[in-house]
């Protein structure tokens, strides 16, 4: 029998990171406002959250993010100038950002991890299942991940975390999860969790990524947690417990994605990013397909 559990009505997304990867064009720059084609990446995850159904946006940022926050906030000026020169296709670009959800922030401050960052989301949440979107994870809005996430946790309650197929000298990247599977081939009991195992270690190839849908209880949890990996707070510890005693908050499962996925938290896949999504615009494709091959065929 299908059990009724609490609608999600949340999503937070940890933006508090220095994005040393990408110095220097983070030094003054936040990393989640860096372009992907001509949107800023975190855009892409704000859009993810509101397609699921989640109109209502925690964001944790830290110093120096204060260009997120105004990049979802009015522009009069800007918006003023456009309308004064009838450009009311950038316009409603302009406008699309300030009006895609209710945002709201908050700093976390010492940078103590990603179970730090989501337990700073604790006063706002409440008592109530949320999801949690990192911002380094862009997936295509053709493959509806989060949505799918959701409707596992309302027919199992407790969490529910997106898993992804990586190869065996991969896994050492991730978190990695110990997996049964269920009646639905998409969806998997998960029972344990290890932060970034060796090839040799690894219970299985099934990786974390950048999805989870929680259950209240992991702030008790996170709060009792102690710094592991790198001295910091670590998400996958705290869901470790949960995943060993659902008395405690729920089952945990796993939703298996092999949808469309765009790392942005790595140069290379960075750039692959832009040029898999600009390949995709119908405004830009046909011609920068074009010019792609062409730029290939020389170069080979």
């Not at 960052?117 to 994870?137: K, Q, S």
């Not at 946790?153 to 990247?173: D, T």
Request: glycine letters at 8%.
């Amino acid at each position: 029998m299908t059990q009724s559990h609490p609608r999600i009505s949340k999503a937070v997304i940890p933006a508090a990171g220095l994005g040393t990867r990408f110095l220097p064009a983070t030094k003054a720059t936040p990393k989640e406002m860096l372009p992907v084609v001509d949107k800023p990446a975190i855009q892409y995850v704000v859009e993810e959250a509101v397609s699921a159904g989640l109109d209502d946006v925690l964001m944790i940022t830290g110093r120096n993010k204060r260009p997120l926050e105004d990049h979802f906030d009015r522009n009069y000026e800007l918006e003023s100038a456009l309308q004064k020169k009838g450009d009311a296709s950038r316009l409603a670009k302009v406008q699309e950002s300030s009006d895609l959800a209710t945002m709201h922030y908050v700093r976390q401050g010492d940078p103590k991890g990603l179970g730090h960052a989501v337990l700073c989301a604790a006063p706002h949440v409440g008592h109530e299942p949320f999801a949690v979107l990192l911002g380094d994870d862009l997936i295509d809005a053709r493959d509806p991940l989060l949505q799918r996430m959701i409707e596992v946790q309302e027919q199992h309650g407790g969490s529910v975390i997106a898993l992804m197929e990586v190869a065996p000298e991969q896994i050492h990247l991730y978190g990695c999860a110990v997996v049964e599977e269920t009646e639905d081939s998409d969806v998997v009991r998960v029972s344990g969790l290890v932060e970034k195992p060796s090839a040799a270690d690894a219970p299985s190839n099934y990786a974390i990524i950048g999805r989870y849908v929680l259950d209240p209880h992991i702030f008790d949890i996170l709060r009792k947690t102690e710094p592991g990996r790198g001295g910091e707070i670590q998400l996958t510890d705290a869901l470790q417990q949960l995943a060993t005693n659902e008395k405690i908050g729920g089952p945990v499962h796993g939703v298996v994605f092999k949808g469309r996925r765009y790392d942005t938290g790595d140069r290379g896949d960075y750039l692959r990013a832009i040029v898999r999504l600009a390949c995709e615009r119908e405004d830009l494709g046909p011609d920068f397909r074009t010019w792609l091959r062409s730029y290939v065929a020389e170069e080979m």
